[in-house]
């Protein structure tokens, strides 16, 4: 993953743990300008991306 930063420095990931319920991961993540950052791995299944397009459709 690139780091928002002006940079786009290429970040490492310095810790990994998943949440307390253990549905999603938690990554610490740290670019070489210094920044540091939190990403979130989750599951997506297909049945919620069917529901995204629906709401999708109710916005337009
Ligand atoms: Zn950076």
């Known amino acids: ?7 786009k420095g290429e970040t490492s990931v310095v810790d990994s743990r998943p949440t307390e319920d253990g549905t999603a991961i938690r ?3 740290m670019c ?16 919620l991306m069917v529901v995204k397009k629906k709401r ?3 916005s337009i």
């Not at 993953?1 to 940079?7: D, L």
């Not at 210094?34 to 997506?44: D, V």
């Open 1 to 7: 993953m690139i780091c928002p930063c002006e940079k």
């Open 27 to 29: 990554r610490r993540r």
């Open 32 to 47: 070489v300008c210094g920044e540091r950052f939190t990403t979130f791995e989750r599951i997506q299944f297909r049945e």
């Open 56 to 58: 999708e459709k109710i």
